[in-house]
């Protein structure tokens, strides 16, 4: 639906430097598949039912968007989830494994984060507060920038629909236990899931990335007049003997290419519902 729009606005949807056109008429979500949080955030229940009475109802909530660009073409959408690295991974194995069933829920991630892979790149971020363009470079297990982020409120996690930026999530090199606690605070939607001296947290609008062949040394968050140009300068090519994956929405995204970007989309849609913890 989002590409479309911006085919009838005249918009060309693969530059990420373009503003999207807002769809028109709001979304109803009906939940039927295996998370559907989504719905929860939004009707209190995965009940289908409950899902349609609350439709019925009428009340919106505006949501953001993340759009992913890669070899010049606007690939995904992401109204949820839009996580690089391990949980692209995760989700890519388990696909690899639908014979399983659901059961490939509980036995392919453990499998995943025991072989979990370190990524060398450079990460470029339109910090929102400043305005500027800062980076950061090294060795990622992931990076997520989620269409819904989820923030500390007493001893629980909350969705936040529709903030002016999101909230982008860089987990460095870390032992495999402690990676472990991170990861199953954020499972139990416990407080605290992302303050963890591994966890860069930095509010943003957009971001480019650049994946290296060999490690480099960390530099966090510091602000780079020439960060702006390092993607225009350096030459985005495929990448040799290698796949990495994002998870959008559940579904697999591939990253083939040595560069591509996200970029937050503002309530760029409507959802039927209302989150009551906002």
Known sequence: MVFKQQQLAGLNPGDPDVAVSPLPVPIGVIPGGTGNYIALYLHGSKEPVTAAIKILMGKTTASNVVGVYQGGKLQECAGL???????????????????????????????????????????????APSGEWREVSGQFYSFDLNAVDLVDNGSSLIPTFGTDSNMLHITSDCSLGDHVKGLKKLEEWATGAYNFPFIQNEPVLRLRVTLEPTPTTTSRGAASEGAHSHSETEKDRPLDGVTYYINCDGEVLPITRTQFQMRIHPNLIQLFGECLTQ
């Open 81 to 127: 989830i839009c996580s690089f690295g391990l949980l692209g991974d995760i989700m890519h194995d388990c696909e690899r494994f639908r014979w399983m069933g659901n059961f490939r829920y509980k036995v392919i991630p453990l499998r995943t984060i025991i072989g979990r892979r370190l990524i060398s790149g450079r990460v470029e971020y339109l910090h």
